[in-house]
């Protein structure tokens, strides 16, 4: 074979505003021997996902409010399963973080003070949250590509990770390289050697059917875990309603205009309101609709009568249980909330009808309230083709975000020395956090990989003989796995299709709905499948054999995924964060008198978090439960000592 050889000190892979960060950071911290390596530059999460009002979350900048570092850090901590020295340096830096991207021209607004005001997100007490509109990701990742460009950092755009190269064993194994293949031509191999990887590759998107990541977003968190990064929080993802035609995050004011909820056969026929059988009163499914703009991630907290997570397990059984579509519709109010011909007034609570009449949303529908407040969130749907005016939009509930993810210290290295997963790929949060610290994080991660690398990490890569020894049981596996798939035979199937079938048995029962029995039963299915995919799979393209090389990155990371939800639930672990565990059917015939029985955790767990180690090659987990660390405390600040320390380098070590 012919094997191209890149060198360089640092590879990151990615090209989000994670990815961006640590590139631009790097160079300007003078570690300029740098490559970006990526399967598509515009294919990634920052670039292609949002919310009607997308956030950045930060120190509070404006007001005369009280707020600290460690108040910031308290609020992150608090979300349970989150180590406390991680909490204090996203707070610390994220204001750091924050200013930098406006140095760089993301549009944050300000007033004419200069403050850069802001407004209560979930989980936040202050109100640290900030915007640039729908499409804050997106400008952040632009803005830091432009100044990537600007240094002229190479981008290898086209290559597609499949191994990351390592040496030695146990506490002393680092990663010494990345194996990629050309995504045009799979069977053609490059070999990027390199001192350090910086890791953005994002969530773990693909492992779902209903998601709202984009889909041309797969990840490869089984890539990592097989080369031995651990997990962490792997039970610990978010869900929520969202659309499924243009992949959209439905939260904020797309609710609080309260648009109406309607359910069809598979045809489109048969259109009912449907959300009226889970409410006691109008007002109450008024009002749950309303604060499912404010809690827009179930929450199995939220499901006592009344409550907002109460939407998402009814639209759950109208598309899941009962094989209907469900839409949402703008164009007309809900008819038991009608009065002569407008939204009725009366048949909401005090909290709905305040936010509604400060907004000065008194417009007859929900398009036109929606239009009103947040004019852009309508324009959105209208450049990708969707017209809230006239169409309805077609929803599911979907995964959204990952607050697990690969294990990473104070400096975001990995267990895997010399290997730094950033942005959403690294699971820095635990079981619930702020709206927009996700956003704050892919800044934070990427910095401080950055300052570690620049300054610990400079020498320059292994040898290439070194990687290619590393890399050949992985380059002969994988030409003989291509060989298997370009021959077709009984029962195999299509990567895509393949894929597909395995994601729609993660949406049943490893989503925010989970299920023992068959959680045990769809592992077995994805070890058995992991070992058996040449077998399976029939990919005559180059493109189907790119999806197929990337369905057993999926399947690893489902393996994972899996066997720590099992884990979770062995050691007594109950509903929390955004998913609902059941031993059956989720019981909705009396929601409307009762809510939705659902058995809490009760923060059991939250001190508490779970090192996920993979054996690829076995399809079985090793767990490590350990206590998290707390926030410090009592340290030396005094500005003299960490003067000197600062200056003799031993700060960033």
């Known amino acids: ?179 990629a293949v050309l995504c045009d031509d799979p069977s053609q191999f490059t070999i990027f050697a390199c001192t350090n990887i910086v890791y953005a590759t994002g969530g773990p998107s693909a492992l779902y059917y209903s998601s709202v990541y984009p889909e041309s977003q797969t990840c490869a968190t089984g890539t990592a875990l097989a080369a031995g990064a651990k997990g962490i929080n792997l039970t610990e993802s978010q869900y929520g309603i969202a659309s499924t035609k243009f992949r959209w995050n439905l939260s904020g004011t797309y609710q609080q205009v309260i648009p109406t909820y309607i359910s069809t056969d598979a045809d489109g026929n048969d259109a009912r309101e449907f959300l009226d059988d889970y409410f006691e009163t109008t007002a109450d499914m008024v009002n749950a609709i309303f604060l499912k703009g404010y809690q827009w991630p179930f929450d199995p907290r939220k499901l006592a009568k009344n409550g907002s997570s ?195 048995v993660m949406d049943n029962c490893g989503a925010f709905i989970r299920n023992r029995e068959k959680m045990e039963a769809a592992l077995a299915d994805a070890r058995h499948a992991v070992q058996n995919l040449g077998a399976m799979t029939y990919a005559p393209t180059k493109p189907e054999q790119l999806a197929a090389l990337i369905n057993r990155d999926i399947l690893l990371a489902q393996i994972a995924y899996y066997a720590a939800t099992l884990e979770f639930i062995a050691q007594g672990g109950q509903s929390r964060g955004s998913y609902l565990i059941t031993d059956g059917a989720v019981a909705v015939d009396t929601a409307a008198q009762n809510g939705i029985p659902a058995q809490l955790d009760g923060d059991a767990f939250s001190g508490k978090v779970c090192e996920v180690s993979l054996d690829a090659s076995a399809g079985t987990c090793a767990f490590d439960w350990k206590p998290v660390r707390p926030i410090p405390s009592g340290y030396d600040d005094w500005f003299e000592n960490v003067y000197n320390r600062y200056l003799q380098k031993k700060v960033i070590q």
């Open 1 to 179: 074979m012919d094997i191209q050889f890149i060198r360089c000190n640092t590879a990151v892979v990615g090209t989000g505003c994670a990815a961006y960060n640590a590139a631009d950071t790097l160079y300007n911290l003078g570690q300029k021997d740098i490559v970006m390596v990526t399967e598509g530059i515009r294919m990634g999460t920052s670039r292609n996902t949002g919310s009607d009002k997308q956030t950045y979350y930060k120190l509070t900048l404006a007001g005369g409010g009280q707020d600290s570092v460690h108040e910031m850090a308290e609020t992150l901590f608090a979300g349970g399963s989150m180590h406390g020295d991680i909490a204090l340096v996203e707070a610390a830096m994220s204001a750091r973080g924050f200013y930098k991207l406006v140095n760089l021209g993301v549009p944050f607004p300000h007033n004419e003070f200069g403050e850069f005001v802001g407004y209560k997100t979930d989980h936040d007490p202050r109100q640290r949250a900030t915007s640039c509109g729908p499409l804050t990701s997106k400008f952040m990742t632009e803005h830091l590509e432009a100044s990537v460009m600007d240094k002229q950092i190479p981008i290898y755009d086209g290559y597609r990770v499949v191994s990351v190269l390592t040496e030695g064993e146990g506490e002393t194994k680092k990663s010494i390289g990345l194996l």
């Open 310 to 504: 109460i939407v998402d397990i009814a639209v759950y059984t109208e598309t899941r249980v009962k094989g209907r579509r469900v839409f949402m519709d703008f164009r007309a109010n809900p008819t038991k909330a009608t009065k002569d011909g407008v939204l009725d007034m009366e048949k909401m609570n005090n909290e709905t009808r305040d936010y509604l009449v400060k907004s000065g949303a008194n417009q007859v529908t929900p398009i036109a309230r929606l239009n009103h407040m947040n004019s852009l969130a309508t324009d959105l749907y209208r450049s990708n083709g969707i017209d809230l005016e006239t169409e309805l939009l077609e929803i599911d509930v979907c995964a959204q975000h990952n607050n697990g993810g690969l294990m990473g210290n104070t400096w975001w290295e990995s267990n895997l020395r010399h290997f730094f997963p950033v942005g959403e790929v690294n699971g820095t949060f635990g079981v619930y956090r702020p709206g927009g610290s996700a956003l704050n994080s892919t800044q934070v991660g990427s910095m401080r990989a950055a300052q570690f690398i620049a300054q610990n990490y400079p020498a320059s890569p292994t040898a290439n003989s070194d990687c290619l020894t590393a890399a050949r049981h992985d380059i002969d596996a994988i030409a003989a796995y291509l060989d298997a798939i370009a021959k077709d035979g009984a029962g195999k199937e299509r990567p895509l299709a393949l894929r597909a079938r395995f994601q729609k």
